[in-house]
């Protein structure tokens, strides 16, 4: 497969599609998130979901709340970084399971016009070479992509992100979690991968 | 509010999709370049992205605040797991989605597989595990 995107434009257009949904929704892109979205029922009540799309009355709540807790002295912090914490319009509504859909939909969207920018959609259903030559092919080839398919399922919902919700977006926001979770895994598959590349030499 | 987050949705999901494919993070073959540090353009492309990012964020401001990512029990555990799975397969969790786009049917089989694995994590966690993840997930 040929591809002419040099390295930087290839970068700039991962920072751009994580910002633009920054920007667009004040959403963290984190592409395993949205899979759990889809995947499970929401746990969200009604009351609370209609709490979460209106901030005016979220704020209130939190409020009524923290008096509840504390007494009826207790108010917004004093520092600006915990009050910016408390503040009800950076609380998102989780996207709805049909939302998470349209998404996972979308990527397949984006996908398809990539093949039809670059001549057309070649149906096909085959193991790829490389993963042939090294791993395997066949029904034991199919065994390993499907096993290894649930050991990426697994892990990332273990981990809590992915390559976009751990490299990407928490790796740029120096997140613990993240910086941690990516070098395993990078290391990891580097490793394996070193293995597996070893086999067909 | 609804319609602006189904058209970051579908804005951010094609645009994420098509860059991925045309970037080559879809093909079996440059992402076994990468991770076997023989053919440096993806991992290039990453980091560049991250960097891009870091200032991107402080242009920003108050982005920084807006997710918390802690260091948990299942974090290192189950970054191993991922890594592995991504060393075998070649596929990240979007991956196998735009290569059924790109007409790749055989991505069928690594994405039953994440989605069995997804789906089964919570159940494991729930039964065996039961540590602290910091966030409202399982």
């Known amino acids: 497969?040929?591809?002419t995107w040099p390295w930087w434009m290839g970068a700039m257009a991962l920072a751009g599609?994580?910002?633009g949904y920054w920007l667009l929704d004040r959403r963290v892109l984190g592409v395993s998130g949205i899979m759990t979205r889809a995947l499970n029922r929401s746990t969200t009540t009604a009351g609370e979901q209609a709490l979460l799309s209106d901030p005016s009355a979220l704020e209130a709540a939190m409020l009524a709340a923290t008096r509840a807790e504390f007494g009826e002295s207790a108010g917004l912090p004093s520092s600006p970084d915990l009050q910016d914490a408390c503040d009800a319009s950076s609380i998102k509504a989780p996207l709805s399971r049909p939302q998470?859909?349209?998404?996972?939909?979308s990527l397949m969207m984006g996908g398809l016009l990539s093949s039809l920018l670059r001549g057309?959609?070649?149906v096909r259903f085959a193991l790829p070479e490389v993963f042939e030559r090294s791993v395997g092919g066949g029904a034991a080839g199919f065994?390993?992509?499907?096993l290894g398919g649930i050991l990426v399922g697994f892990g990332t919902r273990m981990s809590g992100g992915c390559t976009s919700g751990h490299g990407l977006t928490g790796c740029s926001r120096l997140?613990?979690?993240s910086l941690v979770s990516t070098v395993v895994f990078l290391g990891t598959a580097i490793v394996i991968s070193l293995l597996l590349a070893g086999r067909v030499a | 509010m609804k319609n602006r987050t189904?058209?970051?949705?579908?804005?951010?999901g094609m645009g994420l999709g098509f860059s991925l494919s045309q970037i080559g993070f879809t093909d079996y073959a440059q992402m076994r370049g990468m991770l076997t540090l023989s053919d440096w353009r993806l991992m290039l492309v990453f980091m560049g992205a991250v960097a891009i990012l870091m200032g991107a964020w402080r242009v920003l401001d108050g982005a920084l605040r807006a997710t918390s990512r802690p260091f948990h029990k299942g974090t290192i555990p189950g970054a191993v797991l991922f890594g592995a799975g991504w060393a075998l397969t070649g596929v990240c969790p979007a991956v196998p989605l735009v290569q059924l786009g790109e007409g790749n049917l055989a991505a069928i089989v690594p994405l039953m597989g994440i989605i069995v694995g997804a789906?089964?994590?919570p159940l494991v966690h729930r039964r065996f595990f039961r540590w602290s993840s910091g966030t409202c997930e399982t």
């Open chain 2, 119 to 121: 789906l089964v994590h």
């Open chain 1, 1 to 3: 497969m040929t591809t």
């Open chain 2, 6 to 12: 189904t058209l970051a949705v579908m804005a951010t």
């Open chain 1, 100 to 105: 998470a859909a349209l998404f996972l939909g």
């Open chain 1, 143 to 146: 065994a390993v992509m499907f």
């Open chain 1, 175 to 177: 997140q613990p979690g």
């Open chain 1, 17 to 19: 599609v994580t910002v």
């Open chain 1, 120 to 122: 057309g959609v070649s």
